[in-house]
C-alpha cells in the first residue's frame, strides 16, 4: 500500500504549506494587516516550532494509515436523503501517513469556524448555540472512533500482543495527542498561510477578522504545545470553548 500510494510531489506541498510557510515570515503568506504583529511574535515562538518539528517528522516517516491528505469540511459531502451517505472528494494528495493526519484536520476545520462564528454577522445567541453544536459533534466524532475502533480490534487483531487493552488504549492516547498538533498545524496554515477559509474570511471588517483569527491561533497555540496534557476530547472542547465563545 506504500509503494501504490507513494506521493512524493504532493507530499512535498503538503510539507511546505503545512509544517514551513506559517511557522517563518515566508513570501506565499497570507496574513491580515491587523494581526502582523501576533503573526511575528508566532514566528519567533521556538517552543511552537520545536513542536511542529516533531510533527512535521511524523508526517515525513510514520507510515500509518492511508490518508486522503487533505481532509476539510469542504471534501466532505452528506446525502441527508440517502440514509446520511457520505462520500469524500479530492484525494489526489493520499499517501500512506500517521493515523492522526486525517483526523487533526477535520478538527481543524470544525474549530475554525468555531472561532468564525464568534466574530460572524448574525444573532449572538444563534452562533453561540451553533458553537456548542460543533463542540458536541468533536466529542460524538471521538467517541464514535475510539468505540468502532477498540470493536475492531479486539474482533480483528490477529497478533495477541496487540489485542490487550492496554496497548489499545496507549495507541488511542497518542491519537488523541498526534491529532491535536495536527490540527493546530492546520488552524496555523489556514490562518497565516497562503489558503485561508471561508468560515473566518466571510468577516468583511478586518479588524473583526483579525479577532477571529487570534481565536484561532490561540486553540492552536493550546493543541500544538499541550495536546499531551488533556485526557480525553472533552476536556479539550471544554478548553476551547473558553478561548473561542461569543463574548
Known amino acids: 500500500m506504500v509503494q501504490e500510494f507513494i506521493n512524493p510531489d504532493l507530499c512535498q506541498i503538503s510539507e511546505e504549506v503545512y509544517f514551513w510557510d506559517p511557522f517563518c515570515d515566508h ?21 511552537l516550532k520545536q513542536a511542529v518539528a516533531r510533527l512535521k517528522m511524523k508526517f515525513q516517516n510514520q507510515s500509518q494509515v492511508l490518508l486522503h491528505g487533505d481532509l476539510h469540511t469542504g471534501s ?21 501517513g500517521p493515523a492522526g493526519f486525517d483526523l487533526g484536520v477535520l478538527v481543524a476545520n470544525y474549530l475554525l469556524n468555531l472561532a468564525g462564528q464568534a466574530r460572524a454577522a448574525g444573532d449572538p445567541a444563534e452562533r453561540h448555540a451553533y458553537q456548542q453544536a460543533l463542540l458536541t459533534d468533536l466529542n460524538t466524532l471521538w467517541q464514535s472512533l475510539t468505540e468502532n475502533f477498540r ?9 495477541p500482543c ?6 489499545v488504549d496507549a495507541w488511542l492516547a497518542e491519537l488523541l495527542t498526534d491529532s491535536l498538533g495536527f490540527a493546530g498545524v492546520e488552524m496555523t496554515r489556514r490562518t497565516l498561510g497562503v489558503a485561508h477559509v471561508a468560515d473566518v474570511e ?28 488533556f485526557s480525553g476530547m472533552p476536556v479539550i472542547t471544554a478548553a476551547v470553548a473558553e478561548l473561542s465563545f461569543c463574548r
Open 162 to 167: 496487540l489485542q490487550g487493552e492496554a496497548i
Open 202 to 229: 466571510q468577516i468583511e471588517d478586518e479588524v473583526a477578522r483579525a479577532e477571529a483569527q487570534t481565536m484561532c491561533l490561540d486553540i492552536a497555540d493550546l493543541l500544538i504545545k499541550h495536546a499531551s496534557q
Open 76 to 96: 466532505v459531502f452528506v446525502d441527508p436523503s440517502a440514509e446520511n451517505k457520505v462520500k469524500v472528494i479530492d484525494p489526489e494528495f493520499a499517501f500512506v
Open 27 to 47: 513570501e506565499r503568506n497570507n496574513v491580515n494587516p491587523p494581526l502582523a504583529t501576533r503573526a511575528a511574535q508566532w514566528w519567533q515562538d521556538d517552543e
Open 151 to 159: 470493536s475492531l480490534a479486539a474482533d480483528h487483531t490477529q497478533d
